[in-house]
């Protein structure tokens, strides 16, 4: 089983991104994606390399509410 967190975009390079989540910074493929992809946009990731969907700013807040709830933690650290 496999728990998608969201990733938000803090850097766009040509077919790969940096994104952020809980602090954490990793660099992503884009070849994946069919949509554009710009700052603040928000990515499900798959095997932390591979961005794979899209997803509306609402359903991540409503992805880390969820897993912060989930796994206990104040919820204070999650992207906006």
Do not use: W
């Amino acid at each position: 089983m496999c728990i998608a967190i969201p990733a938000q975009v803090v850097e766009v390079h040509g077919a790969s991104a940096v994104v952020e989540r809980y602090g954490e910074r990793l660099e992503v493929s884009l070849l994946l994606l069919q949509d554009e992809v710009a700052v603040g946009d928000f990515l499900l990731l798959q095997a932390r390399a591979f961005a794979v969907e899209k997803i509306a700013p609402e359903e991540a807040t409503e992805i880390y509410r969820l897993f912060d709830a989930f796994v206990g933690v104040n919820g204070d650290n999650a992207a906006a």
